[in-house]
């Protein structure tokens, strides 16, 4: 009998692995953070949006009617402190270990107070290192709550797909949390954040594909929200907004970017009235030469090979059979792409004084201690003044799966 | 006495080696080494190992030439009863004191990542409870347990190691030499005590089934955990720069936290974890077991497997003395950890001369 007594107090032992339990129906994942400035100093406008798991799974078939998210708003101090106010609301413990993006309002972004409060989201287990950085032109509240997707309903889908393939295309950069914060205490680079609003601009600029930021775009139908462009940081403050093209620049440029091929269209140099559609594809790393003396201004030579594909030529010229033709494409196209390096390059170093490609990064071989480095101060001193020269490098030219554009003339007869 | 039918071959001794040492780049020294190091933190075990390796290399040339003696025999037998005694008592006290404040250190990991609302002690509690039963089992049960586990273990980390690469960048290592050579040097020698397990495993040197394979097992794990740990801290150092790895106190999970395996499995550190957690138990039940064989050897105790209950037991005490996390690892443990480096590099220098003081190296 004793036995059996002991035996069962053993078995009371592994009961205590039980302390934390909690089931997955009792927590509500926040799937996008939002962070407003009040007009008190030290207070935040925080908003969570959780999703509704049981929205567009199959397990629930019909039945359900409820929302796919849920939206609250309110006044803290700092972001985790904030989720048990937010329970007066919210009916479940919060949790923040599925939470896919910060969405930071331009003007707490500008700021500068952002750093503060995303410094002690860093410090808990529960955000992740993975959480993507949004500046929105509005209010981060406001973002939030106009932001209705249409097809992807359920906000975890939604902000995984967007922000993957818009990373994909380039128009935005890859901002998560690990890298600001790498970024940002390395102290010689800028940071680029996702640009984002829901608010559309009065006037609708006609430019070409990418050559928007976020609202800009003449778009109907679909989601208000738009996601183009990058907020620039420099020191944990935001400076300033890149365009589309700009931010797809400065991916090309940066080799810690993940950036896969891209649809782009560039003047045709026989025909100025029509633009040469093709696929930008940035196959190997770029190639980066510095010649650092202490003195003198640095000297930076950067490479970039790439490959084009042709896919339409509007003006029906022959690029791909006749020689003189190709080669002028040939020239034109590289020539085309540094001139829009150059001039983010130029923008960079005299606007920003730092540069947002993570360049600092090729310079550190020529130090051999922190403090040397330090001193040396990329930021301020070397690359503001230093002289670069970017040379893109045309490696391979396609065109297609066709041989020939059918022949307007013979057509037209 | 060596025996023929030992279940402990060079496996067990590559595999015990590995585990003793390997948890070492999944805790918090990583991060004790990264204040200094910075971003040049890899290059601190070389230099660590550069300043162990010759006493390891002596107190095992020293074990092969007494023969048939583990590492207290050996201390009495060239030190004389007393001094030899008072010699294995500091080893005992040592790594009484490391498997507090380690045991300690993954506590509070456990706790704050894992297990946020349970009390301290009650994972303190369960962690040594387990170790403890580990232990009970005997020395070879904890060796084949060792070898058992040893591949899934670095299988798990060998993923992780995949999975983080896409996020490394190499020229993170650069500056090279971190916050300057002087003081990386003089921090990866005072550090040097990171390899002490080494020590504490020629412990059971006449329990293997013989002394060539012991030492081909316990080097050749040595060498290789040397390379996963520069490669570890590598990794470490090409994740986080240089202004950022000092403030991470635990990189081992926030790599966990970060890499997911494409867009449907991401928030996956739950199953590394698992493996990590069974190096650490099984890395107690080692510290368990040899604590209370050290102290029975002492204390001339020859049924010494009775002690392993009440050193768990103390183990929980003792680590339970500071404060938090981390007092616990920048304060004790650091310093603790610099303490010692001067004694595990001294006393086989002193064995060996003392020994060829006496003549026994002739033999």
Partial sequence: MRKRIWLLILFLVPLTGCYDQIEVEQQTYVIAIGIDKTDVEGKFRITFQAANPEVGSTISSGGSQEEPRETVTLVGNDLIATKDTANSVMTKQIALDHTKVVVVSEELARSGEFLRLIQAAARTTELRRSVQIIVSKENASDFLKNNQPLLETRPHKYYQYMLSRATETGIIPEADIHRFFQITEGDADAFLAIYATTQHAEEKIEGNEDQYIAGQIPIEGGNPTQFMGSAVFKEGKMIDVLSGQETRIANILDDTMEMEALYSTYPDPKNKKYRIAANFTKDRPIDVEIDYQKDQPTKINITVPFSIEVIGIPSLVDYSQNGENRSLLEAYIPKFAEEEANNLIKKTQEEYKTDVFYWSLYIRKYFSTIEEYEKADWNHNIYPNAEINVDFKLKQLYFGKMIDDSNIGEVRD | ?363
């Fill in chain 2, 1 to 363: 006495m060596f025996k023929k039918e030992s279940r402990l071959r060079s496996r067990e001794a590559f595999a015990m080696i590995i585990l003793m040492i390997g948890v070492k780049i999944s805790n918090t020294t990583p991060s004790l080494f990264a204040q200094t190091g910075a971003n040049a933190m890899w290059l601190m075990p070389s230099i660590s190992l550069v300043v162990i390796l010759p006493s390891v290399l002596l107190l095992y040339y020293l074990l092969k030439k007494y023969e048939d003696k583990n590492l207290v025999e050996l201390l009495e037998d060239v030190l004389g009863s007393h001094i030899g005694k008072v010699i294995a008592f500091l080893l005992f006290l040592i790594f009484f004191v490391l498997m507090a404040i380690e045991g300690r250190s993954y506590t509070e990991q456990l706790k704050l990542l894992y297990f946020p609302d349970s009390p301290t002690p009650f994972v303190f509690f369960i962690l040594f409870a387990i170790a403890f039963y580990g232990a009970k089992r005997g020395l070879e049960t904890i060796g084949s347990a060792s070898y058992i586990f040893l591949f899934y273990i670095k299988a798990s980390v060998l993923l992780l190691a995949v999975l983080i690469f896409r996020e490394t960048i190499t020229d993170r290592i650069f500056p090279i030499f971190g916050n300057g050579l002087k003081p990386l040097v003089i921090e990866g020698a005072k550090k040097a005590s990171i390899f002490s397990d080494v020590f504490l495993l020629t412990m059971a040197y006449t329990s293997f089934d013989s002394s060539k394979k012991f030492r081909l097992g316990v080097l050749s794990g040595f060498a290789f955990v040397f390379i996963e740990m520069t490669f570890f801290f590598f990794l470490y150092c090409t994740t986080f720069d240089y202004n950022s790895i000092d403030k991470v106190a635990f990189p081992f999970h926030e790599l966990t936290q970060y890499v997911d395996m494409g867009d449907f499995f991401t928030n996956i550190e739950t199953f590394f974890m698992i493996f990590w957690l069974f190096a650490a138990f099984i890395k107690y039940m080692i510290y368990l077991y040899f604590i209370s064989w050290i102290f029975g050897a002492v204390f001339n105790i020859k049924e010494f497997e009775p002690l392993i209950l009440p050193f768990a037991f103390f183990g929980i005490v003792a680590g339970m003395v500071p404060e938090n996390a981390v007092i616990n690892e920048l304060v004790f443990k650091s310093s603790f950890m610099n303490m010692i480096t001067p004694f595990f590099v001294g006393f086989p220098v002193l064995l060996w001369l003392v020994a060829k003081i006496k003549g026994d190296l002739r033999r």
